[in-house]
T-cell receptor
Framework: GAGVSQSPSNKVTEKGKDVELRCDPISGHTALYWYRQSLGQGLEFLIYFQGNSAPDKSGLPSDRFSAERTGGSVSTLTIQRTQQEDSAVYLC?????????????FGSGTRLTVV | GQNIDQPTEMTATEGAIVQINCTYQTSGFNGLFWYQQHAGEAPTFLSYNVLDGLEEKGRFSSFLSRSKGYSYLLLKELQMKDSASYLCAVRDFNAGNNRKLIWGLGTSLAVNP
């Protein structure tokens, strides 16, 4: 697509429920990133996918968080047994894998509220 | 370790010039990015520097000094719509991979009439 698409744009869930967040990157972008941004905080790296390589999961805050990327395109971030501290904006970004001057293109994010 | 510092808040007047500074300490360096983020929106790419010097793009310019670990974003002829958070990010080739950026917390710029 023309841009990075994320869905849903807003999600309110009850504590303890599981949620799935979806990201559809720009066509042809082989790198895909998930970040989390809490109110007034910086961007917190969660996970990175590059082509068929094993993902870099070093930023996932707990084993309740997982992500997959199917067919090198769409990615799903799953949060199990949500907690109130999971409330944040979850941003997805994609980039081309070659060249060093390519920044990220971000999606509009999913605002997750755990009540 | 890795650290990126930028001022938390700045205020400027419409039509004026403002400079937002960013200093970084990383074990490796392979480029510095500036992003703009309006409230409630996603960050958007503004500029990229990998060599020392000034990169100009319309009203916005970005400067880099690798020896000093320093960059600034210069905004000229400020407009009300420039009120936003400005994020500095560094690509550190020692950060596990060559394409993961290290992000500052952002500088919130308020442009007043």
């Amino acid at each position: 697509g023309a841009g990075v698409s994320q869905s849903p744009s807003n999600k309110v869930t009850e504590k303890g429920k599981d949620v799935e967040l979806r990201c559809d990157p720009i066509s042809g972008h082989t790198a895909l990133y998930w970040y989390r941004q809490s109110l007034g905080q910086g961007l917190e790296f969660l996970i990175y996918f590059q082509g068929n390589s094993a993902p870099d999961k070093s930023g996932l805050p707990s084993d309740r968080f997982s992500a997959e990327r199917t067919g090198g395109s769409v990615s799903t971030l799953t949060i199990q047994r949500t907690q109130q501290e999971d409330s944040a904006v979850y941003l997805c970004a994609s980039s081309q894998h070659t060249g060093t001057n390519y920044g990220y293109t971000f999606g509009s994010g999913t605002r997750l509220t755990v009540v | 370790g890795q650290n990126i510092d930028q001022p938390t808040e700045m205020t400027a007047t419409e039509g004026a010039i403002v400079q937002i500074n960013c200093t970084y300490q990383t074990s490796g360096f392979n480029g510095l990015f500036w992003y703009q983020q309006h409230a409630g929106e996603a960050p958007t790419f503004l500029s990229y520097n990998v060599l020392d010097g000034l990169e100009e793009k319309g009203r916005f310019s970005s400067f880099l000094s690798r020896s000093k670990g320093y960059s600034y974003l210069l905004l000229k002829e400020l407009q009300m719509k420039d009120s936003a958070s400005y994020l500095c990010a560094v690509r550190d080739f020692n950060a596990g991979n060559n394409r993961k950026l290290i992000w500052g917390l952002g500088t919130s710029l308020a442009v007043n009439p």
